[in-house]
């Protein structure tokens, strides 16, 4: 990873544009892609990591999450008279860890409503990196379950450290980054429902990657996850339309058969459904499949039998 200033070109430009496009791409390649635009697009970004996260369910409590996810923040639960209540945990400076402008009892909550701590992990779905040392930062995080980017998934905030040499707060990631060179990162969130996508910049030097790098940074995660949402959609839709056309053609055959069975049997309508669901049944065989050897003549004369 080398620190090079870089001009965003008609060539990137066009990369980028292209990124919102339904394609063939996998998420994992769609990631990659991401991370590859951000490290060649950037200044000061030496290398990047995108990561694909399951929706986790808003903290309870937390307006900044709930906003996030385009719902309103549910007042504090009312709970009985004599229900104790767990209070809000403080740091050091005596501060509340649930975030600024929240009233003392906003996270107050009974014990039995606390949620465990694996059902409050994010859980990745896919992650790529632009280098292999950074994958292996990435996968690190990944395994242990905590790290900067599972804080920015919790928090949907973006998290920045301008040299990691006097970063306290996550000591093993930190350690990961030192070893491959890394001295600054900043990651960013990006929700496009159901997609929620998190980048990280990481710079070579202090300082690299200043907040005027957010809003190309907040253009690749757009673009990034709107081509995984599209895809998703378009999959969706592609799978109802083979079940109908499924349902369409077995609903043909199964008409077809009817009308056969109405011609021998010399009955209505009504009738030979009723005596294809008898033979489906007792001979435990799909309606459909009957229908299909109905309508092909196989064992026609046994089943009627």
């Known amino acids: 990873m080398a620190p090079t200033e870089r001009v965003l070109t008609d060539q990137l430009a066009v990369e980028i544009a292209r990124l919102g496009m339904v394609g063939e791409s996998s998420d994992v390649g769609t990631l990659h892609q991401v991370s590859e635009l951000a490290s060649r697009a950037v200044p000061g970004c030496a290398g990047a990591a995108c990561v694909r996260w399951a929706m986790p369910p808003a903290s309870l409590g937390d307006p900044v999450a709930v906003a996030a996810l385009g719902a309103a923040p549910d007042p504090a639960p009312a709970l009985p008279d004599g229900l104790p209540r767990v209070p809000r945990q403080q740091d050091a400076s005596g501060l509340s860890t649930g975030g600024p402008d929240l009233p003392d009892d906003a996270g107050d909550i009974a014990p039995d409503e606390l949620p465990s701590p694996d059902a409050a992990r994010p859980e990745p779905l896919a992650a790529a990196a632009s280098h292999p040392d ?172």
Request: proline share 4%.
């Open 134 to 305: 950074l994958a292996e930062v990435t996968d690190r995080q990944l395994s242990r379950g905590r790290g900067p980017i599972f804080d920015v998934v919790m928090d949907r905030r973006t998290l920045s450290c301008d040299d990691i040499l006097v970063e306290a707060r996550w000591p093993e990631a930190v350690s990961d980054m030192l070893r491959r060179g890394v001295r600054c990162f900043t990651t960013s969130p990006h929700l496009n429902p159901p997609v929620l996508v998190t980048l990280t910049l990481y710079g070579v030097t202090p300082k690299a990657l200043g907040p005027d790098r957010l809003g190309l940074v907040s253009l690749l995660l757009a673009q990034g996850s709107a081509r995984m949402s599209n895809a998703q959609q378009y999959d969706d839709v592609h799978r109802t339309a083979a079940q109908l056309q499924e349902a369409v053609e077995a609903r043909a055959v199964v008409d077809q058969a009817k009308g056969i069975l109405m011609h021998a049997l010399g009955c209505g309508a009504d009738e030979a459904f009723a005596e294809m669901r008898r033979i489906s049944q007792t001979r435990h065989v799909k309606l459909t499949a009957l229908a299909q050897r109905i309508v092909g003549d196989q064992g026609l004369r046994q089943d009627l039998r």
